[in-house]
């Protein structure tokens, strides 16, 4: 079973830049695709961004597209979400999560998530 850890989170100023990491431990994480998810408080938990298992390809949610890049580095076992030009919107708990089944080529859908880690809290604010 994988085991996640998510940091990074800070407080920030808008416009500023972070990155999460999400340490994965357990049976071939390099096979699972992994996503990034974000719940503000009285909001229900969304998708931010996917990745498939080899890291070719990548999808992301329309609210951060073109400010967010996920990557990963599966020799480290490691799950990254650079965050750019943060607005106080983005404002929440970021969690990643792994894919149910193995997705080594692409992205697996919002729905295909399980066995998120605890969070890591990010704040936008001047």
């Known amino acids: 079973q994988l085991q996640l850890v998510e940091s990074g989170g800070d407080l920030v100023q808008p416009g500023g830049s972070l990155t999460l990491t999400c340490s994965a431990t357990?049976?071939?994480?390099?096979?699972?695709?992994f996503g990034w998810f974000r719940q503000a408080p009285g909001k229900e938990r969304e998708g931010v961004a996917g990745i498939s298992g080899k890291g070719e390809a990548t999808d992301y949610a329309d609210p951060v597209r073109g400010r967010f890049t996920i990557f990963r580095d599966n020799a480290k076992h490691e799950i990254y979400l650079q965050m750019n030009n943060l607005r106080p919107e983005d404002t929440a708990t970021y969690y990643c999560?792994?894919?149910?089944?193995?997705?080594?080529?692409?992205?697996?859908?919002?729905?295909?998530?399980?066995?998120w880690g605890r969070g890591t809290q990010v704040t936008v604010s001047s």
């Open positions: 999560a792994h894919s149910r089944t193995w997705f080594p080529t692409a992205v697996p859908p919002w729905s295909y998530y399980t066995s």
């Open positions: 357990g049976y071939a994480p390099d096979y699972y695709g």
